[in-house]
């Protein structure tokens, strides 16, 4: 039974009971109606109550239809006619075969008929009318005496019409004079000779026509009203059966626990209910039927008059109707009842599932709410959070209105009078008050985190403060601080920004611990305890600033002239360069810049203190450096967590999620099976920067200056980005194709990502572009630490990766290119340029239009070719708008020549090919990109040049070897040449030395034939005469010139040069530092293999040894061309030919392979 109360207790069983009595009397009713059904001997018990028909279901029923055929028979019938005292009339007409009439069917016809009257009429008696008129005495006798042994009921009289010929007639007097006995009945037997005699007994109008009576009476009529009538009968009682077992049901349903059960109960008892509506609507109309049937006659004719049976038939049906509407009207209410309680029971389970539903949401928004403990540790991050609070509230507001709402849906049932009130009241109250909590809740999380951000937004304004503060220190040259006038402004700088420390810096400390005592937890507390220090540590640093400022401002009153060193210490100098003898002679004289010796100690002390003023700035200046270096690292290290975790979150939350079966169908077709395009080798990256390279950056954190070393270790590893960015225009492409898929909306939406997918695989390559920036800084503030050099290096490595990985998206745009790239070697340069051709065994017009119509190429440089390639734009946004490249021609590096300098334009120089076969003019965007590619241009070729002068000194110095020993001195070879070669074998293994040097065991014998070693290169910076072109010998690659200067210095060749290897400024205060690349123009020679030079670049003089220097261009009209061939000593001519591809060609197929 349900927890909320017994459904027969209240209003809900009083109309049980009601409904219970109704259809109790329905039943009995029917079941008077139908006492035919029922075989009974009535002289044993005529007064049975209507409970006892109802208890007594065993007895075989009995009714019209089930013995219509033998009613149909008419040997004996109930007209409705009655007697004086209204007895009921039974007729026994004249029947031939009455005699033949099987026992049973006359004792069924029998039984029924007397069953038809009431109880009140049977209970006087039958009168019994047997028509024997046409019949005989013998017949006449055993009729009745059959009747008197079978007649059920009890009898007031039996009028018997005896034969009426004479000789029956006469018979049947005697007869029944000498066989009274056998006739003896409870009731007289009159013998009426004639129909008058009969009528008065009986009147005549309660006798039928037959008889010579006035009663109406039809038998086939009346058998159909009994049969309607019965089956009336039969159709209520089963209706009044269902009644109650219905209403008993439905009294006795429990009321379940759960909203599924209830339901299912009210469908099926509105189910039950409809069906037992249609039944009674059937009843009823069929018992109006009957009815109308029975006043069939008074509808005819108004004054016709009922016979008595068909008064009772009508009033039996009127009755039957009567109360089973009121059954109907009883059942409607009940029903109603059951229906309004049923519907409450499922409101109520509705409520209390929706209730335990919102709860729980509540109670996880609460614990959600509660986890928000953190206040933060930053002011980004409090924003943040303050957004993820704010997001939260949002999503949360939808269960709190959610319970409001139901929390009014329950106020609403309790004030409808629902039967549960008292289950429904706390269950509203308790919403009530969870919502009002969550929202006391929220608002107190959100009053704490605008605190906890008001506090960090001065905590980092402070820092910042500070930062600029370290950084203004740091900035401030030390050699302007020197003088009176640049301490008196750096004092003002520093004045100016201590100024500004009123809105910056904290105040006081206890203040703002009491401030902010609701939010400070120890983290917060040692965060604000260090703020503080710092801030502390800078005003100290800027008071110890100002102290030393002070007294180089107070101090320096008049400028203070330094001792100049004495005359001697420049004769120190192995290799004193020519500006400081120019800057000797120019100087005044020692006996001038001596001080007086009467100033000379108070020199000495103002000098003293200058000296510990710049040694307190260094000391500072190191320091701040240090905090700057630690900015700079601590940056790296926050930034590649961050990097990881938003790698992690891609990784996760989308690729991982298109393996998902769940989300297969949000996948659209061209995505389906495309996630390696997608995302490239971002799994890669993400392991590599997760397991390895975040760790080890995290090693130096406590020395930032050393982690240079962390990218040199791990810079092969780098070049898994080459491989990301050469798959990034597909993927970009992909992206473009499929960004509205739905797949993608979904996984942003469970992310709670502002941004879209193509924003974080973007993620790799600002990565891989912001190292260098990073170490750019971090070798800004390291430049006298250990670890410079590594971050010199590691910076310049980064940087090849970003040039490696751009070369390498232009490479994989290259089209028509039958070979494989591979071959060619590693991509060296690449770039646009205007080129202009000029062959030689070309048309005329060729050389004619070689001026005035360049083609637009991009050049790609290679170890062992050049590919010149067009460019073509592609339509598109993003990578789609890439160019790719057509390819035209490729030139093989070991036939390949260059001309550094094209008369007429800086921008130009020349690439020939097969000894001026094939020329190429090449103009370069900028003087700087034609010098950086001449530079790699003439690396490969030396390189190139190197190899080949090696196996060619390796074999000659085998022919020596093997050569027998002088017979004459025609045939020794010369001291020079022996000398070359001894210089040879000491110096065949180290390359440096092969520049400049030939042996003459090289040189063919036929100087003919050797031309091609000594012959200049053509350039467009020729005389006019030789149309543009001139050529010469190179004297310096001759026997005489070997012999001068072999095994020598390099000789002075006035002009330009270019840079081959990197000088830094640590051998002498005079040397410059250049850079490989570097162009200088030569001032004049030095001693011990220094040049005197001025660097173009960056407009400063200085020395650098001559071995580093390659000419570029002499002062001369004929040009210097290079090429992978060969070179004299100190010569700046390297052309290619037929001789030297000859004696070369076995060493090239060996680099080429």
């Not at 006087?124 to 008197?148: E, H, M, P």
């Not at 094939?918 to 700087?928: C, G, K, L």
Request: glycine share 6%.
């Amino acid at each position: 039974m349900s927890q909320h109360g017994s459904p027969r207790e209240g209003q809900d069983g009083h109309q049980y009971r009601i409904l219970r009595r109704v259809s109790q009397a329905l039943h009995g009713f029917s079941s008077v109606v139908l006492r035919p059904f029922q075989k009974r001997n009535w002289r044993s018990n005529p007064r049975r109550t209507c409970s006892d028909e109802i208890m007594h279901q065993d007895i075989v029923p009995l009714c019209a239809a089930d013995i219509e055929d033998q009613l149909k028979k008419q040997f004996a019938y109930l007209s409705g006619g009655r007697g004086q005292d209204g007895c009921p009339v039974i007729t026994f007409p004249d029947y031939p075969a009455f005699s033949e009439i099987p026992e049973k069917e006359f004792q069924n016809v029998l039984t029924y008929l007397t069953s038809i009257p009431s109880l009140q009429d049977t209970g006087i008696g039958f009168i019994l009318v047997i028509d024997r008129r046409q019949d005989k005495w013998t017949s006449v006798k055993a009729s009745v005496l059959r009747i008197a042994a079978s007649f059920p009921g009890n009898l007031q009289l039996v009028l018997v019409l005896r034969p009426t010929g004479f000789l029956q007639r006469t018979l049947s007097d005697i007869a029944f004079k000498f066989n009274r006995d056998e006739f003896k009945m409870k009731v007289p037997i009159i013998m009426l000779s004639s129909v008058p005699e009969l009528q008065s007994y009986i009147d005549k109008t309660q006798l039928t026509e037959d008889l010579g009576g006035t009663l109406d009476y039809c038998h086939s009529r009346w058998l159909s009203h009994r049969t309607a009538i019965e089956s009336f009968a039969v159709m209520v009682k089963q209706t009044a059966q269902m009644l109650q077992s219905f209403g008993t049901e439905l009294a006795e349903t429990e009321l379940p626990n759960d909203v599924q059960s209830t339901s299912s109960i009210l469908s099926a008892h509105t189910e039950k209910k409809g069906k037992m509506k249609e039944d009674m609507m059937l009843a009823l109309k069929e018992g109006h039927a009957i009815l109308e049937s029975i006043r069939e006659p008074l509808t005819k004719n108004p004054e016709y008059n009922l016979n008595q049976d068909q008064l009772d038939n009508q009033t039996t049906v009127q009755r039957l109707l009567d109360q089973l509407g009121e059954t109907e009207a009883a059942f409607d209410e009940f029903w109603a009842k059951h229906q309004q309680k049923l519907e409450q029971c499922l409101q109520l389970r509705n409520f209390e599932q929706n209730f335990r539903e919102v709860k729980a949401i509540l109670d996880v928004v609460s614990e959600k709410l509660s986890a928000f403990t953190d206040v933060g540790n930053s002011y980004a991050h409090v924003e943040h959070m303050l957004k993820d609070l704010a997001s939260f509230e949002e999503k949360s507001n939808e269960a709190v209105e959610k319970a409001r709402a139901l929390s009014l849906e329950g106020n609403q049932l309790i004030q409808s009078k629902h039967y549960a009130v008292d289950s429904i009241l706390p269950k509203c109250n308790e919403l009530q008050h969870l919502c009002d909590e969550f929202t006391t809740e929220m608002s107190k999380r959100r009053n704490l985190l605008h605190k906890s951000l008001e506090l960090h937004s001065l905590l980092e304004k402070s820092m910042k403060w500070c930062d600029e503060g370290i950084y203004l220190l740091a900035s401030q040259p030390v050699d302007k601080c020197q003088s009176q006038d640049g301490a008196e402004s750096a004092l003002q700088e520093i004045e100016k920004f201590l100024d500004t420390g009123t809105k910056n810096k904290i105040q006081e400390l206890n203040k703002v611990y009491k401030e902010y005592e609701s939010i400070l937890n120890p983290d917060l507390k040692e965060h604000v305890q260090k703020v503080f220090q710092k801030q502390e540590s800078m005003e100290e640093m800027f008071q110890k600033r100002q102290v030393s400022l002070k007294k180089l401002a107070a101090k320096q009153t008049r400028p203070v002239q330094p001792v100049a060193p004495r005359p001697e210490a420049f004769t120190k100098s192995p290799c004193p360069s020519p500006g400081l003898r120019r800057g000797s002679e120019n100087s005044p004289s020692s006996e001038s810049n001596v001080p007086k010796r009467g100033n000379y100690k108070r020199a000495k002390s103002e000098m003293s203190d200058i000296q510990q003023g710049r040694s307190g700035s260094v000391m500072d200046d190191e320091e701040n450096l240090a905090i700057l270096r630690r900015h700079v690292m601590n940056e790296l290290i926050e930034t590649e967590r961050a990097y990881v975790e938003e790698l992690l979150c891609v990784l996760e939350g989308y690729a991982a999620e298109m393996d998902n079966p769940l989300m297969t169908h949000l996948i659209s077709p061209a995505l389906q099976n495309k996630k390696d395009v997608l995302f490239g080798n971002m799994e890669e990256i993400y392991h590599f920067h997760n397991r390895i390279f975040l760790r080890e950056l995290e090693n130096y954190i406590d020395y930032p200056e050393l982690v240079g070393r962390c990218f040199l270790e791990r810079m092969e590893d780098f070049q898994i980005y080459e491989k990301y960015c050469q798959n990034k225009p597909r993927s970009e492409s992909l992206w473009r194709q499929c960004s509205d898929c739905a797949f993608f909306q979904e996984c942003q939406k469970k992310l709670d990502h502002k941004l879209s997918l193509d924003s974080y695989l973007l993620k790799p390559v600002q990565r891989i572009t912001k190292y260098q920036l990073l170490l750019k800084e971090m070798l800004k503030y390291s430049k006298n630490c250990e670890g410079a050099e590594d971050l010199q290096e590691a910076l310049t490595s980064i940087l090849g990766i970003l040039k490696a990985v751009n070369d390498s998206m232009h490479l994989i745009a290259i089209t028509g290119y039958d070979g494989n790239l591979n071959e060619l070697g590693k991509l060296l340069m690449q770039g646009s340029f205007s080129v202009w051709t000029d062959h030689k065994k070309g048309h005329a017009k060729v050389k004619d239009l070689a001026r005035f119509k360049p083609m637009q190429r991009h050049l790609f440089l290679h170890e062992k070719a050049v590919l010149f390639c067009k460019k073509r734009e592609e339509n598109g946004e993003g990578y789609e708008k890439a160019p790719s490249y057509s390819y035209k021609q490729s030139l093989n590096m070991t036939a390949v020549g260059i001309t550094e300098n094209v008369k007429g334009d800086v921008k130009k120089f020349e690439i020939w090919y097969n000894a001026r076969e094939e020329v190429y003019i090449i103009q370069a965007p900028t003087p700087e990109i034609k010098a950086t590619w001449v530079n790699e241009i003439r690396k490969v070729l030396t390189s190139q040049l190197q190899a080949c002068r090696e196996a060619s000194q390796h074999r000659a110095l085998e022919q020596t070897q093997s050569l027998p020993l002088p017979t004459s001195s025609n045939t020794s070879p010369s001291k020079n040449q022996t000398k070359s070669i001894k210089k040879l074998e000491e110096r065949k293994t180290d390359p440096a030395s092969l520049e400049g040097y030939v042996s003459s065991a090289s040189v063919p014998k036929n100087p003919d034939k050797s031309k091609g070693w000594t012959k200049t290169s053509h350039s467009l910076d020729a005389s006019e005469d030789n149309d543009g072109w001139s050529s010469a010998e190179d004297p310096l690659n001759s026997s005489d010139a070997e012999e001068e200067g072999g095994a020598g210095l390099r000789k002075l060749v006035p002009g330009k040069y270019t840079v081959v290897a990197d000088h830094d400024e640590k051998g002498s205060p005079e040397s410059l530092a250049v850079k490989s690349g570097d162009i200088v123009d030569l001032l004049h020679e030095g001693e011990e293999g220094l040049w005197f030079v001025k660097n173009l670049t960056t407009s400063k003089e200085g020395w650098v040894p001559a071995s580093n220097l390659l000419a570029l261009i002499g002062n001369s009209k004929s040009a210097q061309s290079l090429s992978s061939s060969e070179s004299g000593t100190g010569s700046t001519f390297l052309s290619s030919s037929s001789s030297c591809s000859e004696s070369c060609n076995a060493t090239f197929s060996d680099i080429k392979g």
